[in-house]
């Protein structure tokens, strides 16, 4: 596979090496789809504000590239923090054809856009339903080992359909889309995940397909149930009997080992972020995060982080966290605690004191002392609305209580 990516990226980096002049993107808007199994197409919308810059909107998010590359008739796009890219060849300045590139995971997707397009969907026919409202769903249902439940939360205006899922372990970003008749279709790029959701409605049902990228599918159910809410987060990961602290030693991007037996950490509150540079929940949550603790750095709370990255080398996994603290600002640690792999049975044997590592990311919170006093695991980011202001809240009371202990 390492070696199909390479070649399809020559092809498209030397397809034009004659030419003298550089193609550039047109300044406009695209609609851009990425090809899915079962010959389903994953559509978003990106507008080119000059040639080193645009903007990928999901719903109410938008993401602000900057990194933008060309080389002879072919574009590099680069997502903020992500690994992933868009490799592309401009045919002309408002037509691209390439591929959606992950390389640590050796997945290509193939990827096109045209300019002057808006419309994120094309609606077939008139909307049939209103899907505005909760839904109590199931993924993978009655499939051993893979079934898991979620909260459909969803706005409709006219055939315009937003929203997310909710799962246990955090949230599937903003979803943007349409009812097409009585088909629900729902999709979101953010340059990590590329996620479409379809779905055949009626008043009280849904039954349907998520697809991530062109190397996963799964069927999922839901119903309407206004009052159905998610199991609390804090009681899904918690210390093995006979522990009531946890212990670490991982390097930074220096090479140094960083202990929470080092002066920095003691006699202070701190919060440990188990978390992936690849991960979008851990991106909205180390937002979060780092904005606080610029904010009340001067209280005697410390943060770090622990990053469980599936690149293949400490080089490029080092390199991913830098790009992360560069790109955020983030001024607490961020260790390197596994690469090669993201698999949370290997994160929980770096941390064997916990019954499980359920989701990245997950956060541990110790009190002055050294003891834990609350594991949240995963992360409703800013795409839950409600439930994204309710953590804050929560995060902000806990911490300015064990401060005050």
């Known amino acids: 596979m390492r070696l199909i990516i390479t070649c399809l990226l020559t092809v498209l980096i030397f397809s034009c090496r004659n030419e003298i002049k550089t193609k550039n993107l047109e300044v406009g808007t695209y609609r851009a789809w990425l090809t899915m199994q079962d010959n389903e197409v994953l559509p978003f919308i990106f507008e080119v504000k000059s040639s080193h810059s645009l903007h990928i909107y999901n719903a109410e998010e938008v993401i602000e590239v900057d990194e933008i590359e060309y080389k002879n008739d072919s574009v590099y796009i680069k997502a903020p923090v992500f690994e992933g890219y868009l490799v592309a060849k401009i045919s002309n300045e408002e037509t691209l054809q390439g591929y959606y590139v992950k390389e640590s995971l050796d997945r290509v997707v193939p990827f096109k856009a045209e300019g002057h397009l808006t419309n994120r969907f094309e609606v077939q026919s008139k909307s049939t339903k209103d899907v505005s409202g909760i839904w109590e769903t199931v993924f ?97 990961t918690f210390l093995k009997d006979g522990y009531d602290s946890i212990e670490f030693t991982f390097p930074n991007t220096s090479d140094e080992l960083v202990s929470l037996k080092d002066d920095r ?85 770096k941390l064997p004191m916990l019954n499980h590592v359920l989701s990245y990311p997950t956060s541990i919170f110790i009190d002055k002392t050294g003891k834990v006093r609350k594991i949240h695991t995963g992360f409703n980011g800013p795409a839950t609305g409600d439930k994204y202001e309710e953590f804050k809240t929560e995060f902000e009371s806990f911490v300015d209580a064990l401060l005050n202990e």
């Not at 889309?177 to 729902?186: F, S, T």
């Not at 919060?271 to 991106?283: A, E, K, R, S």
Request: proline share 2%.
């Open 140 to 236: 993978s249902k009655d499939i051993a080992g893979e079934e898991y439940i979620a909260k459909g939360i969803f706005e409709q205006e006219g055939d315009r359909v937003t929203g997310t899922f909710r799962t246990t372990t955090g949230d599937y970003r903003y979803l943007e889309g349409v009812m097409d008749g009585n088909e629900m279709k729902l999709s979101t790029f953010d340059g990590a995940h590329a996620f479409l959701f379809t779905a055949q409605v009626t008043d009280s049902t849904m039954v349907g397909t998520f697809y991530s990228g062109n190397h996963w599918k799964e069927p999922f159910v839901a119903k309407r149930n206004e009052s159905f809410e998610l199991p609390e987060a804090n009681d899904l």
């Open 265 to 349: 950490f003691k006699g202070k509150v701190v919060i440990v972020q188990i978390m992936g540079t690849w991960c979008p929940n851990c991106l909205d949550e180390t937002k979060y995060f780092s904005e606080f603790y610029k904010n009340n750095n001067s209280k005697r709370v410390e943060f770090v982080a622990l990053a469980f990255e599936y690149v293949k080398t400490k080089a490029d996994a080092y390199s991913n966290i830098n790009r992360l603290q560069s790109r955020i600002g983030i001024e607490y640690p961020i260790l390197l605690a596994q690469y090669g792999s993201s698999d949370k049975v290997k994160a929980q044997e």
